[in-house]
């Protein structure tokens, strides 16, 4: 009987990979990930990191997005041909958060803004190792499951057919759909996860939101040009309903505060526009 390995097992000899051309940094992170129990090995380059993909597996990498020579978008795409199931985070400084988002909306399983919390690192690794581990095991069982009914004997045809149809069944069931992570609208990105909107300019901002100012902002992102009433916004946004006074009394503080955190000038706002007696839209251009 084959025995697939539990998220224990597979997390405690999981080896990473760290990337990233400074030196102390690259070293700290070998250092703290090490003593969490990680085998860990370092790479100063992208070059580098390429070639001990060639020799090496390992479960995770974290990569620095921002590297002289080859930079973290190449080494991230050439290191998915090699090693499909890879997971990666990307480490990246305010000023190319844009491309870190586009990284995750492609390649990489998350990122970590720098200056960063060795906590919230360690919690992201975690989190993206059980995922990968999850993943793993759940292509193990359905091999399993393939071979198994492979075996059987053709005179029991019908019943192994049944057997089929149920497990077609239980592997083509899917998760509830769940909000996308991303939304772009004019000048904005916004990242629900982490609670972040980057706002395109030069330099372009990364601007902190809270739950609310998020879910909020999500709900015009996702409806753009299109007038919302408050309890409507209220309905989408928070899962509940509210009269329209009760509504407006909640949104219009987080409408207040999004406009002096996003427009240029909240008192002449350009992108959260206000209808009088019906509500609020997002022009985005």
């Given at each position: 009987?084959?025995?697939?390995?539990?998220?224990?097992?597979?997390?405690?000899?999981?080896?990473?990979?760290?990337?990233?051309?400074?030196?102390?940094?690259?070293?700290?992170?070998?250092?703290?990930?090490?003593?969490?129990?990680?085998?860990?090995?370092?790479?100063?380059?992208?070059?580098?990191?390429?070639?001990?993909?060639?020799?090496?597996?390992?479960?995770?990498?974290?990569?620095?997005?921002r590297m002289p020579g080859m930079d973290g978008?190449?080494?991230?795409?050439?290191?998915?041909?090699?090693?499909?199931?890879?997971?990666?985070?990307?480490?990246?400084?305010?000023?190319?958060?844009?491309?870190?988002?586009?990284?995750?909306?492609?390649?990489?399983?998350?990122?970590m803004l720098k200056p960063f919390n060795i906590?919230?690192?360690?919690?992201?690794?975690?989190?993206?190792?059980?995922?990968?581990?999850?993943?793993?095991?759940?292509?193990?069982?359905?091999?399993?499951?393939?071979?198994?009914?492979?075996?059987?004997?053709?005179?029991?045809?019908?019943?192994?057919?049944?057997?089929?149809?149920?497990?077609?069944?239980?592997?083509?069931?899917?998760?509830?759909?769940?909000?996308?992570?991303?939304?772009?609208?004019?000048?904005?990105?916004?990242?629900?996860?982490?609670?972040?909107?980057?706002?395109?300019?030069?330099?372009?901002?990364?601007?902190?939101?809270?739950?609310?100012?998020?879910?909020?902002?999500?709900?015009?992102?996702?409806?753009?040009?299109?007038?919302?009433?408050?309890?409507?916004?209220?309905?989408?946004?928070?899962?509940?309903?509210?009269?329209?006074?009760?509504?407006?009394?909640?949104?219009?503080?987080?409408?207040?505060?999004?406009?002096?955190?996003?427009?240029?000038?909240?008192?002449?706002?350009?992108?959260?526009?206000?209808?009088?007696?019906?509500?609020?839209?997002?022009?985005?251009?």
């Amino acid at each position: 009987m084959v025995e697939v390995p539990g998220p224990q097992e597979t997390l405690s000899r999981a080896r990473l990979l760290v990337v990233d051309d400074e030196a102390n940094l690259r070293a700290g992170l070998r250092d703290l990930l090490s003593l969490m129990g990680y085998q860990v090995e370092e790479a100063a380059s992208g070059y580098e990191a390429l070639e001990l993909l060639e020799i090496q597996h390992y479960d995770l990498m974290v990569l620095d997005i921002r590297m002289p020579g080859m930079d973290g978008i190449e080494v991230m795409h050439r290191a998915r041909q090699m090693h499909p199931d890879l997971s990666i985070i990307v480490l990246t400084a305010h000023a190319s958060l844009e491309s870190a988002i586009a990284a995750v909306k492609t390649d990489a399983v998350d990122y970590m803004l720098k200056p960063f919390n060795i906590d919230d690192l360690a919690t992201t690794i975690s989190q993206a190792l059980e995922e990968r581990a999850e993943t793993l095991r759940h292509q193990q069982l359905l091999s399993l499951i393939g071979s198994a009914l492979n075996t059987l004997d053709q005179s029991k045809g019908s019943a192994s057919a049944g057997f089929l149809s149920a497990a077609s069944t239980s592997s083509s069931l899917t998760p509830p759909t769940h909000r996308e992570r991303f939304l772009h609208a004019g000048p904005m990105t916004l990242d629900r996860h982490k609670r972040l909107v980057v706002m395109q300019g030069d330099p372009p901002r990364t601007i902190e939101l809270t739950d609310g100012e998020t879910a909020i902002l999500a709900v015009l992102m996702e409806h753009p040009n299109e007038v919302l009433s408050c309890s409507k916004m209220v309905h989408v946004a928070m899962g509940y309903d509210l009269d329209e006074q009760e509504a407006q009394n909640q949104v219009r503080l987080y409408v207040f505060r999004l406009r002096r955190k996003i427009e240029v000038d909240a008192s002449d706002p350009l992108l959260i526009r206000t209808v009088r007696g019906r509500g609020y839209f997002l022009a985005p251009s």
